[in-house]
């Protein structure tokens, strides 16, 4: 297994079979985001893509991304998963509509998911301190 990294990605035919098949339309989305046609797609960006598309209230959108980027499953999150979920967001968004630059620039990602913590986070990490944690309440309000 030395040089393979675990790759989360869903392929044209799994996304295809669970999705595609009952609206076969379906399918131009998976070609949006697959950007490098290489027939596969980052599984966060489809979730995320179906979450935001979805007929759910906002408030339970919000609550499924938010748990979509817990991955320790403590019910909050910490500046990498938020900086995810913001880069993840930024490239679901440049597949469907034009970005603007400043947005697309990973600084500008990283500055907007610390502002989620006030700005806390780095200067905690920083100061070898634990690591500030984002609530679900903090996330919907951000």
Excluded: Y
């Excluded at 998976?30 to 979450?51: I, K, M, N, P, W």
């Excluded at 748990?67 to 998963?81: A, H, M, T, V, W």
């Excluded at 880069?87 to 610390?114: N, Y």
Aim: net charge negative; glycine share 6%.
């Amino acid at each position: 297994l030395r040089g393979r990294q675990a790759k989360m990605v869903v392929d044209r035919a799994t996304f295809d079979q669970v999705f595609g098949r009952r609206h076969p339309a379906v399918m131009r989305i998976f070609e949006h985001l697959d950007a490098d046609s290489d027939g596969q797609v980052d599984t966060f960006e489809v979730l995320l893509t179906l979450t935001l598309w979805s007929c759910a209230t906002w408030e339970d959108k919000l609550d499924l991304i938010f748990q979509c980027f817990d991955f320790n499953r403590k019910g909050s999150l910490r500046l990498p998963e938020l900086f995810l979920l913001v880069a993840t967001a930024a490239r679901v968004v440049g597949r469907f509509a034009d970005l603007p630059a400043a947005l697309a620039d990973p600084a500008a990602q990283k500055a907007a998911a610390a502002a989620a913590f006030g700005g806390s986070a780095p200067r905690a990490a920083a100061q070898g301190q634990a690591a500030a944690e984002l609530r679900p309440e903090g996330f919907a309000e951000w």
